[in-house]
């Protein structure tokens, strides 16, 4: 993962201008170098369609898999910008994760030589608590609530580890624009972009990818009904951080960061709203019309398009499907 010194220096300004969720750092500059960092070590994920899907929802959907993305997510991205973008003498990072960005950051890590550490909820889905010990990270738990969560992520800070936060982080969401960056050159033509949002690095990647892009599209997201507090914070104007969270999506729960609110509220058109049975839904018809296994994070996508059919009626319509590491025993007790 050596980098150029050009490359290296316009991560060191990053870096530096990441120190303050207020700075106001060049998007554009960011999310270009983001692209030239991450060759050769992402896969360009295909773009699926389904003509069966396309008749039953209404409308004309190109599937961005993420889900082949390695290490099962479109967070492999953000965190190997980040690990690429480390000061050089870096001998660790740490983060918090429901899973997919513990295992990412993880085999980043690796890749540099470097250790990682990951706080991980005490009721994480035990398939990506593997993953993350499989791809070199060393699990830290917690109790399964933001707070805990983020005092565990300080404490490791404080030892001396170098944080990479799952989506709170520049260098990490111009990681994951670069996913919207490929969509968008596949297919020009798109009315809109649909992706779950969560923390928010996937959705906030996706509105600076449009940006750059300079693409008349819209963009919006999708989120679990039991984890709305996107859905909250744009109505209100600001950041809501104390809703309960309840939702099978693991990989929603988390809290909108300080830097994806701020691109959200200048770029994004609109939270939508879908609920468990609908997300299961989702999943079953996401495996039957493309045989394509997808975690019900990934799925809220398709179960907002079913939900609100005049949203999306007759549009096309890209769609970013964030992952597949699922806990498929459980899925299928939930589906039958």
Same mark, same amino acid.
């Given at each position: 993962?050596?980098?150029?010194?050009?490359?290296?220096?316009?991560?060191?300004?990053?870096?530096?201008?990441?120190?303050?969720?207020?700075?106001?750092?060049?998007?554009?500059?960011?999310?270009?170098?983001?692209?030239?960092?991450?060759?050769?070590?992402?896969?360009?994920?295909?773009?699926?369609?389904?003509?069966?899907?396309?008749?039953?929802?209404?409308?004309?959907?190109?599937?961005?898999?993420?889900?082949?993305?390695?290490? %099962?997510?479109?967070?492999?991205? *953000? +965190? #190997?910008? $980040? @690990?690429?973008?480390?000061?050089?003498?870096? =001998?660790?990072?740490?983060?918090?994760?429901?899973?997919?960005?513990?295992?990412?950051?993880?085999?980043?890590?690796?890749?540099?030589?470097?250790?990682?550490?990951?706080?991980?909820?005490?009721?994480?889905?035990?398939?990506?608590?593997?993953?993350?010990?499989?791809?070199?990270?060393?699990?830290?738990?917690?109790?399964?609530?933001?707070?805990?969560?983020?005092?565990?992520?300080?404490?490791?800070?404080?030892?001396?580890?170098?944080?990479?936060?799952?989506?709170?982080?520049?260098?990490?969401?111009?990681?994951?624009?670069?996913?919207?960056?490929?969509?968008?050159?596949?297919?020009?033509?798109?009315?809109?972009?649909?992706?779950?949002?969560? %923390?928010?690095?996937?959705?906030? *990647? +996706? #509105?600076? $990818? @449009?940006?750059?892009?300079?693409?008349?599209? =819209?963009?919006?997201?999708?989120?679990?009904?039991?984890?709305?507090?996107?859905?909250?914070?744009?109505?209100?104007?600001?950041?809501?951080?104390?809703?309960?969270?309840?939702?099978?999506?693991?990989?929603?729960?988390?809290?909108?960061?300080?830097?994806?609110?701020?691109?959200?509220?200048?770029?994004?058109?609109?939270?939508?709203?879908?609920?468990?049975?609908?997300?299961?839904?989702?999943?079953?018809?996401?495996?039957?019309?493309?045989?394509?296994?997808?975690?019900?994070?990934?799925?809220?996508?398709?179960?907002?398009?079913?939900?609100?059919?005049?949203?999306?009626?007759?549009?096309?319509?890209?769609?970013?499907?964030?992952?597949?590491?699922?806990?498929?025993?459980?899925?299928?007790?939930?589906?039958?």
């Amino acid at each position: 993962m050596a980098m150029s010194d050009g490359l290296q220096h316009a991560a060191d300004k990053m870096s530096t201008s990441d120190s303050s969720p207020d700075a106001k750092p060049d998007h554009r500059a960011g999310v270009a170098a983001a692209i030239h960092a991450l060759q050769g070590l992402i896969h360009r994920t295909p773009v699926m369609t389904s003509s069966s899907l396309d008749r039953l929802l209404g409308c004309h959907m190109l599937f961005k898999c993420e889900h082949l993305q390695r290490t %099962g997510a479109f967070k492999f991205r *953000g +965190a #190997c910008n $980040a @690990v690429a973008n480390l000061p050089q003498a870096t =001998a660790s990072v740490c983060t918090h994760s429901s899973g997919n960005h513990g295992a990412a950051l993880a085999a980043a890590a690796t890749a540099r030589g470097i250790s990682a550490h990951i706080v991980m909820p005490d009721n994480a889905v035990p398939a990506k608590i593997q993953a993350v010990r499989a791809y070199g990270g060393q699990v830290h738990f917690c109790a399964a609530n933001q707070h805990a969560r983020e005092t565990a992520f300080q404490n490791l800070i404080e030892q001396g580890h170098h944080a990479v936060p799952p989506y709170d982080d520049w260098r990490v969401i111009y990681g994951q624009a670069t996913a919207t960056i490929e969509l968008l050159q596949h297919s020009s033509d798109l009315d809109m972009v649909l992706a779950p949002v969560g %923390g928010g690095g996937l959705i906030s *990647g +996706a #509105c600076l $990818a @449009v940006q750059y892009v300079q693409a008349n599209v =819209a963009v919006l997201a999708a989120e679990p009904e039991g984890a709305a507090d996107a859905h909250a914070s744009m109505q209100a104007g600001k950041r809501i951080t104390e809703l309960p969270v309840n939702t099978i999506a693991d990989g929603l729960r988390a809290t909108i960061g300080h830097r994806n609110f701020a691109v959200m509220q200048q770029h994004l058109q609109q939270v939508l709203l879908v609920n468990d049975e609908e997300i299961l839904q989702a999943t079953a018809l996401v495996w039957r019309h493309m045989k394509q296994l997808i975690e019900p994070s990934c799925a809220t996508v398709v179960a907002a398009i079913k939900r609100y059919p005049e949203v999306f009626a007759q549009q096309r319509v890209g769609i970013l499907l964030s992952g597949g590491n699922v806990n498929v025993e459980r899925l299928i007790q939930a589906l039958v």
